[in-house]
């Protein structure tokens, strides 16, 4: 190896108009001085469309249509249902497992790794990311042990879903400072061991800006003490991660230090709570009605949300994944259905119940791109039954965003961009042509999500031959970095990737 080490924090779901604001109110020392002696810039992503699909697209150097991977619990189309991400179904291989034999990496919490693999160096997964697709894991085993008999063994919370007492956000804010403490202590703990590429991730930013960026994820009124701690908890947060850069930059020496984002937060624009019965008119006139759902789904979605959360983490992954499927399309008659909607966190999703890919596929491949474009421009007809804003921004294929793929059956066939806009408010939406359809909780989004995706991420760069206090006119791309860290490096990757080095140097 002829180049520099190279230090990646990822701050996952940052937001650069907040580092901005908050850097120049003196809130964010440590940003603040990186961006002043490197150079920094914006990020296109994939999640403008596969909002869970930037750590893939990120770790792999390819598009979701090749990885295939766009949510934390996605359709396998072979068995008709849905199932987390696994090595066994959707291998993706991160791009520092291919350097040269001398290259030492640590790796440490990067979301949506499927677990670690014997390699030169340390890897860590599953502790503090925001998306728990595995168990805490780690090569070599022992280092799990040790940094549990060293730091404790707290992991992230899964998220329960639904507006919280503001006491519960309050203790989440709590939570995330210090799993993001204790991550950091982990971290530069093991960049004592050797290393030439370390990846760390912190994840606390992405819960927190979920759950912590206006008070409309609480389910009551807050009083004056509570309302100031709960007004400045982002704040809070993203002061303690400027802490742990501080900390690991200084651990990391000379070393070349990139920070990044895979993309940011904003606040909630998902509508995805009217799509189901949208595609359903649709597809089957004014009158028609989301499908019927059977016995095992409304059992399921008639437990508390606290209880569900509690059946679903105490049974073995493969039984929870059966179990949530009936959940999410229990009672489904597939012969009738030519379109479904899949789970999905901002953009809507939609799947063609396609012949020769869907198992039990009605829509011939003849008649394929008609059913899309329908759909696609029947949903594009509604608006608020209000204010007759529009809602959906556009409705698009990823295959035309990202190109065909080896995986590109994988991902949705449409994806429904909603417009970048509060979507609390809404009582109804309605189109001229298929009627008016009623929100389930007026004026408030379900799921309790104050925040969501802003769909750009960013950099900041520092190290030697990196010009000082300079920001990029030119958006880069995601998967521009692993190509960017391999020329720091001066090392080359067995795996073909898609992206093209930034250029930090001038």
Known sequence: MGGDKVLMIGLDAADLLLVDRWGEDGALPNLRRL??????????????YLVGSPWPTFFTGQPPTRHGIYHDFQWQHEGMRFARPAWEWL???????????????????????????????TEVVGFASHDRIVEPLSHPPNVMREVEREFGSLRMLQEDYGVSDPEYLLALRDFLLEITRRSTRTATRLMQRPWDLAVVVLGALHRGGHRLWDRSSANRAMNEEEGQAFDRALLDLYAE?????????EAAGDATVVVFALHGMMINACRNDFLDAMLARVLGGTDAAPPRQGVVRRLGEALPLGLRRGVT???????????????????????????????????GYVRINLCGRETEGIVPASEYDALCEQIAAGLMSFRDADTGDPVVAEVRRPVDVFGSGEREAR????????????????????????????????????NGRSGNHRTEGFFVARGRGIPQGSRLSEIADIVDLAPTILQILDVSCRNELAGTPIPIHG
Request: net charge neutral; proline share 8%.
């Open 35 to 48: 961006m002043a002696s490197g150079v920094s810039g914006r990020l296109r992503t994939s999640a403008r």
């Open 91 to 121: 291998p993706a291989l991160p791009f520092w497992r291919r350097l040269e034999p001398e290259v030492q990496v640590l790796s440490y919490d990067v979301p949506f790794l499927m677990g670690v693999q014997e390699a030169v160096g």
């Open 313 to 347: 983490q105490r049974i073995p992954a493969r039984l929870r994944d059966r179990i949530m499927t009936s959940w999410a399309t229990g009672g489904t008659n597939w012969p009738e259905i030519e379109a479904f909607s899949l789970r999905a966190d901002l953009q």
């Open 241 to 249: 991660c400027d802490r742990s850069v501080g900390q690991m930059v």
């Open 411 to 446: 991902v949705p066939d449409l994806v429904v961009r909603w417009v970048e806009s509060p979507a609390a408010s809404h009582l109804a939406l309605v189109s001229e042509e298929y009627g008016r359809v009623e929100r389930e909780t007026p004026g408030r989004i379900p």
